[in-house]
């Protein structure tokens, strides 16, 4: 700090104008401010030169329910916020202090600091090709709050105009998320391509200070590393509700809370639109590996059920076997002591049956007698 002391007067006195310099280093300039005790100090002074003004104004494309849900915080931060949308949104947009334009021309008349695409990801290509770009200044910085990073970020590179600042941000809460506010809830952004001047870049650091100052977690990463995360997290979540959905569970008096927490993902992704699941999947490239990898995994887990089934099964089949050779064997033994009895058994003698008219020989008629006898 540079300090430069009165020689005669300790005593202070009203300030007088100084003159002020730029610093070689700083992205400022400096002055000369007097001190109580007479001293000179060397000091920083913002200027517009150095800042850009804290408070913005934001045109919002696509007044739908997440636009509007952004539009009353931006608005209750003291920003200007303009709106436009194919749907007439002038009621909602008036009720909460915002200004509602149906021509998108009129909007990009009013020179707003930033373009925030709230659109769905299928109508973004659209919507930016039919934006009259040449009615805003050169550099308009242009936002976007889409669950997929990689597509809006080539989107932008290829049709905007090279001098417009890119920021792309994934807010990963929505309206019923974050009803009790931001606080902890992530912010994910990229700066894709900021220009050089200070202005500029304060502009962004502005932009991003809204949701530093709801106390979101900001994360800053590529958008590559983005979607690469997502398709393993929010489109997995995605796809399982839908999954859960078809096969409509209800709830039971015996509900568990893991059941429950199904039940509550189910209600969740049932409240997002088909259109947005579908861009998820459409516009990330790694959701379709995620699809594959599900794939494996749920016939894994079948044959690993089938295999163990299969093994409960074999058992049961050899216990089966083995008790019938068990039965076998003891009727083959069963078996084996009849006839053993049999054969001590005494031989019948067959008794000569007497023919009528026909005298028996004395030897016959001994024999006869005999056998009668024993009999």
């Not at 913005?56 to 007044?63: P, T, V």
């Not at 979101?216 to 489109?235: I, K, L, N, P, T």
């Not at 074999?314 to 049999?342: C, D, F, M, Y």
């Not at 003698?349 to 030897?363: Q, R």
Request: proline share 6%; net charge positive; with cysteine.
């Amino acid at each position: 700090m540079l300090s430069l002391h009165h020689a005669k007067s300790p005593l202070y006195s009203p300030p007088l104008p100084l003159p002020s310099f730029r610093h070689p280093h700083l992205h400022c300039r400096l002055h000369l401010r007097a001190t109580l005790n007479g001293a000179l100090h060397l000091l920083p002074t913002a200027t517009s030169e150095s800042t850009h003004p804290t408070k913005l104004k934001i045109a919002i494309i696509g007044f739908g329910n997440f636009g509007q849900f952004l539009a009353k915080t931006l608005v209750q931060q003291g920003h200007s916020v303009l709106a436009h949308s194919r749907t007439d949104h002038s009621a909602a947009a008036a009720s909460m202090g915002a200004t509602f334009y149906t021509d998108p021309h009129d909007l990009c008349e009013s020179h707003p600091d930033v373009i925030l695409l709230c659109t769905s990801i299928l109508s973004t290509e659209r919507v930016l090709r039919t934006l009259p770009l040449h009615r805003l200044r050169r550099s308009t910085l242009f936002v976007d709050v889409l669950s997929v990073k990689e597509f809006p970020r080539s989107l932008f590179l290829h049709l905007l105009p090279p001098d417009f600042d890119i920021l792309c941000t994934h807010p990963m809460f929505g309206p019923d998320s974050a009803r009790h506010g931001w606080a902890g809830l992530p912010l994910v952004f990229d700066r894709v391509r900021v220009g050089s001047n200070q202005d500029r870049a304060a502009r962004v650091e502005s932009f991003l200070d809204i949701f530093r100052r709801e106390g979101c977690r900001m994360v800053e990463m590529s958008c590559a590393e983005h979607d690469r995360y997502a398709a393993g997290s929010q489109f997995i979540t995605h796809m399982m509700g839908r999954v859960l959905e078809k096969l409509e569970l209800e709830d039971t008096p015996i509900n568990t809370k893991g059941y429950e927490s199904l039940l509550k993902l189910v209600d969740n992704t049932a409240k997002d639109s088909f259109e947005l699941f579908y861009g998820l999947f459409l516009y990330n490239k790694n959701a379709m590996k995620q699809l594959e990898r599900m794939d494996v995994a749920f016939e894994t887990i079948k044959k690993q059920l089938a295999g163990h089934l299969h093994g409960m099964v074999t058992k049961q089949l050899i216990l089966e076997t083995h008790n019938s050779n068990s039965n076998s064997n003891s009727n083959s033994n069963t078996n084996a002591n009849e006839k053993k009895e049999r054969k001590l058994l005494p031989v019948p003698v067959p008794v000569p049956v007497p023919v009528a008219g026909a005298k028996l020989s004395t030897s016959t008629s001994k024999n006869f007698d005999l056998v009668v006898a024993k009999r």
